[in-house]
């Protein structure tokens, strides 16, 4: 069985999973609103990803005779200066899940729970391409610019993400 420690660190990070979703959702809302429905499907598409991190989570305590305990879901930005500032501002929070996931890792070692790390490796994974996806969007963006050529194009290219139910980024 999960040790309490470890039961309370697992549904620290099931509330931030699902305040990952809550947050893309925002984002999403804020690119419908700002002529990108492009940008607004892919953020969709990566809020839907967070819901299912959230449930290998629970899925996780389940099986291990845990207790899943939901705690309420913060309140995310409704607005940002402009889609570059959005997407910057998601890489920022999935690096600062990433080092949430290696907190837990580093007490899973702590606690010699050989199963939770095992788990969790799974996520180290995903965090890469999460980090890799959200920088790349960032990059693009900084070299278009304010050009509305470049703008239209990437809203389109960002309009071909389909959501994967893996839950990976899958690139
Ligand atoms: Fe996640
Ligand atoms: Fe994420």
Redesign the pocket.
């Known amino acids: 069985m999960l040790s309490e420690k470890m039961q309370k660190a697992i549904n620290g990070q099931i509330n931030a999973?699902l305040y990952?979703s809550y947050l893309?959702v925002a984002m999403a809302m804020y690119f419908e609103a700002s002529d990108m429905s492009g940008a607004a499907k892919w953020m969709n598409a990566?809020a839907q990803?967070?819901l299912v991190?959230a449930d290998k989570f629970m899925h996780y305590m389940n099986e291990r005779d845990g207790r899943v305990k939901l705690d309420a879901i913060e309140k995310p930005p409704l607005e940002w200066k402009s889609v570059l500032d959005a997407f910057k501002a998601a890489l920022e929070?999935?690096r600062k899940?990433t080092s949430m996931i290696n907190g837990l890792v580093t007490l899973a070692r702590e606690e010699n729970d050989h199963m939770t790390d095992n788990f969790l490796q799974w996520y180290v994974a995903?965090?890469v391409e999460?980090e890799a996806s959200?920088g790349e969007v960032v990059r693009k963006l900084k070299l278009i610019g304010d050009s509305g050529g470049g703008r239209y194009m990437i809203d389109n290219e960002l309009g071909q993400r389909i959501f994967n139910p893996a839950g990976g980024?899958g690139e």
């Open positions: 999973e990952s893309y990566q990803e967070e991190h929070h999935e899940v995903e965090q999460e959200a980024s």
